[in-house]
């Protein structure tokens, strides 16, 4: 489970990412958060991934108070989670498969172990076939797909997408949302970022809307927006 309570995020130059965020986020949930540009999605996962600290307040993962955790215990607590960039991020003097092998040899995966394990993730993910191919030799959804693989192949717990579907078209945006919705059927937490709304309205999963650092809704995508006191807007 992790939980933000009482969070509050503020830069040197004053500017306030978040503001007092209260979230719960369930062990096999999916969850979108939503917002504009500047709205402080970024910030939350950059958090969860304790890349930088909270001002105020604390934030649980899985019974672990991130705020109070050493740093000589966070590269371990990160093993924990699966970041998705927008970017791709791959090496590009790497095949698909060298790209994943890296992900588990960093964290000290024998080889036998990763021999097994990589062309088993890509057959996961419909790409087993592109196991010798450079991402140069890919399509931009493809790339995402081998991110995803990536970020799955240390078996985390949680997977943070940011902005995953940012580079690419409307067709393989909706086939990495998929492809993230089957990952979380498998027993996985998921968080994906993103202002893109229309995308997030095809799937019925709880949505958490941040705007200037405040959480504005929180509710199951195609639900009406509740009104203080729990009537629907209609």
């Known amino acids: 489970m992790i939980e933000f309570k009482n ?24 969850v979108f958060v939503i917002g504009s540009s500047g ?18 307040g604390k934030i649980i993962v ?30 590009p003097n790497m095949t698909v498969s060298e790209n994943i ?10 080889g036998s172990k990763i021999k097994k394990m990589v062309p088993a993730i890509l057959d996961t993910i419909g790409l087993k076939s592109k196991l010798k191919s450079y991402p140069k030799e890919l399509s931009g959804g ?20 940011d902005e995953p579907t940012g580079n690419l078209d409307p067709k393989m945006s909706l086939e990495i949302m998929e492809s993230l919705d089957r990952i979380n059927k498998m027993g996985k937490t998921v968080i994906v970022v993103t202002h893109e709304k229309a995308l997030v309205d ?5 949505v958490i809307s941040i705007k200037n650092g405040t959480v504005i809704n929180d509710r199951v995508s195609g639900e009406r927006q509740l009104k203080e006191g729990g009537e629907k807007i209609r």
């Open 142 to 161: 493809e790339q995402q797909r081998v991110v995803l693989a990536r970020a799955l192949v240390n078996r985390p717990d949680t997977i943070i997408a």
């Open 101 to 110: 092998a890296f992900a588990m040899r960093v964290v000290g995966e024998p």
């Open 62 to 91: 899985d019974g672990n108070d991130l705020t109070k955790m050493p740093e000589r215990k966070v590269p371990y607590y990160r093993r924990s989670l699966g970041y998705v960039f927008q970017d791709f991020r791959l090496f």
């Open 39 to 56: 709205a402080g999605k970024t910030t939350i996962t950059k958090l969860l991934l304790k890349e930088m600290e909270v001002s105020k």
């Open 202 to 206: 095809r799937f019925h999963k709880r």
């Open 7 to 30: 969070v509050t995020k503020e830069f040197a130059n004053g500017f306030v990412a978040l503001k007092n965020i209260n979230l719960k986020i369930e062990s096999g949930e999916f």
